[in-house]
């Protein structure tokens, strides 16, 4: 049961490791392009990696801009 509640963002964290790869990128995971709140910042030196990168200009990506 706990595989089915979890498939859609295991989806959705599957379709942003692909995009990055095709855009010849070594994957970095960030849970706010998925819709993960990282309250405690766990993922922030990775999300910084992303940004020094530009994945949010990449259009390839699609990611949308930061509010």
């Given at each position: 049961m706990a595989i089915?509640?979890?498939s859609p963002m295991a989806f959705k964290i599957f379709q942003d490791y692909e995009k990055q790869r095709r855009a010849g990128l070594d994957p970095i995971f960030?849970?706010?392009t998925v819709g993960i709140e990282d309250p405690n910042g766990v993922w922030t030196e990775w999300v910084e990696k992303k940004?020094?990168?530009?994945d949010?200009?990449?259009s390839q990506l699609?990611?949308?801009?930061?509010?």
């Open positions: 089915v509640l979890i960030d849970p706010a940004k020094r990168r530009g949010y200009q990449n699609g990611y949308r801009p930061e509010k």
